[in-house]
Structures are given as C-alpha cells and as structure tokens.
C-alpha cells in the first residue's frame, strides 16, 4: 500500500534519475572508443521509449514496432539523398512521415486487442518490409541506401569520425523526447490511457473516446520510432532492410521486457543490458549468444514482473521493511 | 415540467420470448423509485435497454425531454444517463482516487490534456476526493480496488458514477452480494446523494426498498404489474401472489411493519 498516488505523482522527478542521464555523459568522455555502440544504445532505447508508451501505458501489444522505426530511417535517408541535408528537420520530417502512417491505420488496427491486434501489426510491418525490398529502384533493396551525408548539428557541430556528434546528437533526442512522453503519460491524458490499459470497456462507459486516445498514443509513439530511425540513419549513413525486419521488432519488445515495461526507464535500462550483453556475449561466444539473452529474458519474466526496475522495486522495499521491523 | 428520465411502451424480444412487454416509466427529477420483481421479470434487461447495452425493439426513451432511444452507451452518458453494475466494474489495479479520478477528468473534459501534470489538477482531484469523502471512503483512497472489500467495492461504483455528473442514475442491484452490516452504510451513502438526481434502483432485498423508495414498480413477466408508494404496493394482494411460491415471500413482508 502506498501512502500516495503513483498514478498521480508521475510529473514529479526523483533526485536518482541524475546518475543515469550522469552516467551516459559521462559515457562520452569515460569510453570515447566505445561511442559507436553507444550510440546505437542510446537509439534503441529511444526506441523502446516509444514502444512503451504504446505497450507499456496504453496496453497496446503490437509485434511490427519496426515498421514506423523503418519508414523514419528511409525517410530520413531518402530526404538526404533527394537534398534535404539538414538534420533536425530532416529527423522531424521522418518522425512526422511514420506518425502519418500511424494515424492512417490506427483508428481501424486499434479496433483489434491482443492476439489479433499482435499478429495484424505483424502483417504491416511485413508489407512494408517486402514493399521496401521490391522498390529497390527508391530503397536501394537489398543493397540498402548509402552516399547520403547531413550537414553540421546546428550548423555547427561536424559529423566526426569517432562519432562524438553522433552520440550527443542522438543523445539529446532521447533527452527531449523523454521528457515529452514524461509529460504526455504524468497528463490527465496519461492517467486515461492508463484507465484503459485496465478496463477498456469501462472507459468507455464513463464516456471515455478510447480509440481516440488509443490512436493518439499510437501516433505520438510512431513519430518518436520515426525519429529514433532517422538518427539510426544519420548517424550510421546507412539504411539496410534489417530496419523494417521482425528482428528489429522483437527485440526492441525483449528490451522493454528486460527494463520494465510501463516505467519509463525501463526502455532506457533494457536497451543498454540487451545491446551490451548482446556485444560481449557475441564476442565471447558467436554462436551462443542468444542462449545468454535467453537466460535473462526468464529471471527476468520469472523473478521480476517488471523487469530489472521491478526487481530493483522489491529489494529496495524489502531493505525498507528490514529497517522498519529493527525499529522499537 | 418534463420528467428526468420517461419510457413509453418499451418492448425487447429475444426470439420468441417477450422479455420487456410495453414498459412505460416516468422519473420526475429527484424520483427515488425501485424496481422489484422476481427472478427473470425482465428487470436486468430494462436496465441494459436504459443504458444503451441493448436496443429496444419498439418504445421510446425520454432523457429530460430529448429522444435517446438509440443514442450510445457513452452518449448516455454524456448526458447524464449513468448506471452502476450488478457486478463491481472498476479498474482493480488502480486506487479509489484514481478510480474517481478516471471518472472527474472524463467528465470536465480534461482528458484530452496531454502535457498538463494531472497531479497538478488540484480541481480535479479536489473534487474527487470530496467525492470520496461523502461515500465515507477518504481513510482508503489510497488502496486499490483489489484490497477493499466488496462493500466498498459498490460504494467506489457509486463514487465513480457520481463523479459524471448523472441527472438520472440508475443503481443495478447496489447490495446485491454484501453483507447486511455493510448494506445500512451502502443505503446511508445513498440517502446522502444529491436530492435533484433521480435514481432508479433494481433491487431484491425488501428491506433495501423500503428504506430508500418513495415509489415502487412491480415488474413481472416483462410488464410492469403495478406502480404506487410503497406501502401500497407491499399490500397489494396481486404482488405478494406474484412473490407466492417463490422463497421469497417471507422476504418480502419482511420489509413491512407490523400492524
């Protein structure tokens, strides 16, 4: 039992979200030959913000996240390519082309609730991934997209080759972003979302429009994914097909899993332990890497609802209760 | 003046089973009236084709005067057509405060709000929690749903359906389920909502009609078989007949005093 409500008390910050926005600064100057997976850290996690605000607040299963991360990384390139070599727009224009597809879609695919609604945003991201591979002529198909380059962050920070610009850049997307999805899911509008995550038919019955905030949701999360596949583009001057591919899906899904799902920095955890127990235990043994994930994939399902947030939750309460009963 | 809430010969048939058979109500505002019959009278049927679960077939609805025989579940709503379930229907992972609150923020239109901190709506969870506070709940807003008891559970439904505002509520079998000890504080709640609403309530327990009703219906076999105050119509040689044979007729006079 807690004495106050969570639910209501989101807005508010905790003095120990520091050490982790501390930590990825400090990850800048501690490990500057590691900033290229540090980068591709900090994009994923963006990623999975932006799934968790879908699967985490609003209860929306979806299995084709990748679909709006991959029409933000094309996007992005193409626009680069066509001549459009201003980053921060270009990011946005990406974002902004994912959340049209969004909201295309959402109000009939947000009809469906879970297996269904699972397998059909399978499907669309299946489309588009085999759409993607036909039109080589505009993706490059299999061989991808390259030769695209973007001028200077603000006009002033060059793209370097040890990637400096690159992690702060992406960086300070998961950073504003963050705090967007803060402010959306602290809202009275949050609070709905959460209402129907819990009983959809009831929201409706106290005259809640649930496929209209679902759809909202659902377009805010494609523009994030649109963004974090944009800088996934910029950053990498690469597209290739793996960005729309049900890899890319799942394993932003495990990611979320790993952290906590519908706790913000469980996106932001889960994408760093995912990525770097994914590098070292490839680099200790390439062929049975996936059997380690695996492994924490269970502790975490088993011992942890909520991933390592939840299990992190529960030590620290049972710390609490341990010094509470020592107490007289 | 216009009645609260008016029905005119409604009728719904599931196949060859008339089950409500020209039902004509009439509500004024403030009405305290109960519904009774016995099992399978049509009376749960009546309250889903008020809320919109079901269509009627033939009949009219009169919401204050405007036709809302085929509005939406939510448009009732809207406008002031709010029911309870028979069965405690809440959102059991969150608390009564976030429950009431849920409802408060739906209906001053504050849902849509997506980069306010709904925390800092101190409106609006002001008048939730005066909510709470005249259902007797304050000491548990905290707690979820799923730690109170069921008699509370019923009061947080009462609560949620407060907080929107209703002209007209309609209150499915509020005691049904909880224990007697509980059911004098559900009805004290109930004599403390506002007199301008007008609620209909479907109940079993005599006990709890005669308590709350200025005016009873007697339904059965899909008709209402008689309308009057309540110590007429628990006098009523026809309706205790109906009751006969049914368990229920010790229930029944139980409700009436002696002579």
């Known amino acids: 039992m807690t004495a106050r409500s969570e639910l209501l008390e989101r807005h508010s910050y905790n003095p120990i979200e520091a050490l982790y926005w501390l930590l990825l600064i400090g990850t800048f100057f501690a490990f500057p030959n590691y900033l290229s997976i540090a980068t591709t850290v900090v994009i994923m996690a963006l990623f999975a913000l932006s799934l968790d605000l879908v699967l985490g607040f609003a209860g929306i299963v979806t299995l084709g996240h990748a679909a709006y991360f991959g029409i933000g990384a094309y996007t992005a390139a193409l626009l680069a390519s066509g001549g459009w070599r201003e980053p921060i727009i270009d990011a946005v224009l990406a974002g902004l082309a994912s959340a049209g597809l969004a909201l295309m879609i959402g109000p009939a695919l947000l009809l469906l609730d879970g297996l269904p609604l699972i397998m059909v945003t399978m499907a669309v991201s299946a489309i588009l991934f085999e759409a993607a591979n036909k039109a080589s002529w505009l993706t490059g198909g299999d061989d991808g997209l390259r030769d695209f380059s973007f001028l200077p962050v603000f006009g002033l920070f060059p793209w370097s080759v040890y990637g400096q610009t690159s992690y702060l850049y992406a960086l300070g997307w998961l950073a504003l972003l963050f705090v967007l999805v803060r402010r959306v899911v602290s809202s009275p509008f949050g609070v709905a979302l959460q209402g129907i995550r819990e009983n959809r038919a009831r929201m409706r019955l106290i005259g809640s429009p649930v496929i209209g905030h679902l759809v909202r949701a659902y377009t805010l999360s494609a523009f994030m994914a649109g963004i974090a596949g944009a800088v996934h583009a910029q950053t990498n001057k690469f597209v290739s097909l793996e960005v729309l591919g049900i890899d890319t899906s799942v394993d932003v899904v495990v990611m979320l899993v790993l952290g906590g799902i519908g706790r913000l920095y469980g996106a932001l955890i889960g994408a760093p332990i995912y990525i770097l127990v994914k590098h070292f235990a490839a680099e200790w043994n390439p062929y049975h890497w996936m059997f380690i994930i695996g492994a924490l994939l269970i502790v975490a399902v088993r011992f942890g609802y909520g991933g390592l947030l939840g299990i992190l939750g529960r030590i620290e309460a049972w710390f609490a209760r341990a010094r509470g009963t020592r107490k007289p | ?259």
């Open chain 2, 1 to 259: 003046m216009t009645a609260a809430l008016e029905t005119f010969d409604l009728c719904k048939t599931f196949g060859a089973l008339k089950v409500v058979d020209r039902v004509s109500l009439r509500l004024p505002q403030g009405a305290r009236h109960a519904l009774i019959g016995p099992n399978g009278a049509g009376k749960t049927t009546l309250v889903q084709l008020l809320s919109g679960v079901l269509r009627a077939d033939s009949g009219r609805i009169l919401l204050a005067g405007a036709d809302i025989t085929t509005s939406s579940q939510q448009r009732r709503v809207k406008q002031g057509l709010v029911r309870t379930f028979q069965v405690t229907n809440l959102f059991r992972g969150l608390s009564v405060l976030e429950n009431v609150f849920l409802a408060v923020s739906e209906r001053q239109g504050a849902s849509r709000q997506m980069f306010a901190a709904a925390g800092r709506r101190r409106d609006l969870i002001e008048r939730a929690e005066a909510i709470i506070e005249q259902l007797g709940l304050a000491g548990d807003r905290h707690r979820r749903i799923s730690e109170i008891a069921y008699g509370q559970q019923r009061l947080v439904e009462i609560a949620v359906a407060l907080s929107l505002d209703p002209k007209v509520l309609l209150l499915d079998e509020p005691a049904a389920g909880i224990p007697s000890r509980e059911t004098s504080l559900l009805l004290d709640a109930v004599e403390r909502l506002p007199p301008d609403i007008a609620i209909l309530m479907i109940e079993h327990d005599m006990h709890v009609v005669r308590r709350f009703a200025r005016e009873v219906s007697v339904l059965v076999g899909g008709r209402i078989l008689m309308t009057g105050l309540p110590h007429e119509v628990m006098s009523s040689q026809e309706v205790h007949s109906v009751y006969l044979g049914q368990a229920g007729q010790k229930r029944f006079t139980a409700g009436v005093p002696h002579v």
